[in-house]
């Protein structure tokens, strides 16, 4: 993150950034360089990556926390990823859903969720009603939460 923003921000050049991830991240091989040329190709995404792994950690251990012994690592993995690419608002309402549904499965809207039916349009009106997310859409298999207030293209 030191070298994303600095990079991006403090005016870091190449060569300083290169030196910062060899002393920090004890690398000096070529992935150091391939790194940098994607930092510096991508403004953020070092930093977007850390904020993710920081609350996929703090889902995980509430999860973990809530189940205790019914905790099982290969379920958590599938019920956090198979949402795909989604608001972290989002993932940590699903993930406490999920740590409830696990715990109560005949609670409203779990058997949507634990056992989603093949058919997407049951999954698309149960799911959006029963876990009550109402600025997201929930589309196909729960694969992608899309706002429900689309912006209008830029005209070109």
């Not at 920081?54 to 999860?63: M, Q, Y």
């Not at 049951?122 to 600025?135: S, T």
């Amino acid at each position: 993150m030191m070298v994303d923003a600095g990079l991006h921000y403090k005016g870091l050049k190449r060569d300083e950034a290169i030196e910062l991830f060899k002393k920090y991240a004890w690398d000096d091989s070529d992935k150091t360089e391939k790194e940098i040329t994607r930092y510096q190709g991508a403004p953020g995404q070092a930093t977007a990556y850390m904020v993710g792994q920081l609350h996929f950690k703090k889902a995980r251990n509430f999860v973990k926390s809530k189940l205790g012994k019914r905790f099982n690592l290969k379920d958590f993995h599938f019920y956090l990823l198979v949402s795909g690419d989604v608001p972290l608002d989002y993932m940590n309402r699903r993930m406490e859903k999920y740590a409830a549904c696990v715990l109560e499965p005949s609670e409203t809207g779990c058997q949507s969720l634990l056992k989603p039916p093949k058919n997407n349009n049951v999954i698309q009106d149960n799911m959006q009603e029963k876990l009550d997310f109402p600025d997201y859409q929930m589309l196909g298999n729960d694969v992608w939460a899309t706002p429900r207030r689309h912006s209008r293209p830029i005209p070109v």
